[in-house]
């Protein structure tokens, strides 16, 4: 049987010694030496060259909200390359102006990168934006920024997620204000193709999504167009649990592209929106942030998602929450095989890894939120250096045994800029190797969505999901590494 493609001439990620790789119908045929390889070589075989470059699997970014990348690209006002406040307004004051009368809507913003130093306030929402409804949530999307107008929409009252003076919302209270925004279902589908497109420019060919479930309808869509060009492993609100058990949807309902693999519950916020829940308090302050889903309750849903056949992901960043998180497995009788995940898991204890390791839980970890750490940076700021020391410990989760998946969260999407701080973290003992980082941001995400079997290697008989890298990273600076081309079940969908 001849093969579709042939890859020959490079170093072949997990094979050592192999220079070239075939596909067939997709998938992996054989992978070997060129001359090997080559006598599968048929008629309409394609041979594509890589010259001394570097073929591994597709990358499996593990964490993150694909609607909303297409959206930032095509909808939202991004506001994660503001240089200071005032930039920031300038952009949605300009968008207001472009779109009179509609709802004007900023997302990524982030002081901690302002020479102002401080949160966006309604007063300077008003100033920008005084004629229509304008809101801006900060990047760790926990927290958001609304004018008077915008406001207005928001039934909530004063309290612990509404500060009207200031203009802040936070958590159910942001979800809340954005549920009032829904761009129209075409709008959706061209947000999934264009997140699809930007993915498999930055070699990405799978990823565990958080989606809410309106967006559904939108994915369908652009899979049957032959939009989709991503595989999406879907945890949607764990609010959704009964009515997925009433369904009988288990994990791995879905589509060729789409699947269902569990629900997505919070256990707290996050650092930067002073949210998190911690064991002590944030530098500086009395808050300890706030534990969403304490233990009781994440036993009873996780019990249920259990039942249901569902996996259950938990939000928990701070060691207070991730406290709770180990505390629910242990009602719920969470066992080793069950392979439930914890997301972001940036401030846990040595002894909580270890107890972790026991349940058999996976570490959905973004190396890339190391952008906020060391000296003089956000997580500093908020924890103290002694507590930064220890955030988003790779090499500790490693070392204890733990499965690793690594993702980034879409902040920003890109493996490559995520595993360039995990090779060079601010705190040097959290380092993990080159083959350790490859293998978190492929097979590792496949792992954590159950897709091991089928995806995150180079084996025969497993999807064709390929990128180019333009060197050996093993033998050659991180820094210049770039993604050449990327093939989805042995398509090219991306190349430079
Ligand atoms: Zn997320």
Redesign the pocket.
Known sequence: MAADLIFEGGTIFGHPGAEALAVRCGRILAVGRVSEVLSLRGSNTQVFPLNGRFLMPGFFDG???FMKVGLDRTFFVDLSGAKSLSEALELLRARAEARPGEWVVGRGWDESRWPERRYLERADLDRAVPKQPCCAVRVD?HMMVANTLALARCVRPEGEFVDRERGHLWEEAVTEVLSLIRPERETLVEAVAEASRFAASLGITSVAD?PSPQDLPAYQVAERRGLLRTRIFAYLPVELLPHLAALGIQRGYGSALFRICGVKAFADGSIGAKTAALLEPYRGELGRGRVLLGRGELARLWRKAMEAGLQMAI?AIGDRAIEEVLAAARLAGVGFYDRHRI?HLELPTPAQLSRMKDVGLVASMQPNFLQWSGPGKMYEERLGPARDSRIDPHRWVLDQGIPLAFGS??MPLGPLYGIGLALNPPHPVQRVTVEEALNAYTKGSAYASFAEDELGDLSPGKWADLVVLSADPTKTPWEKIQVEATFLAGEMVFSR
């Open positions: 964490h993150v909200h999307g958080m939000h997301e969260d879409g």
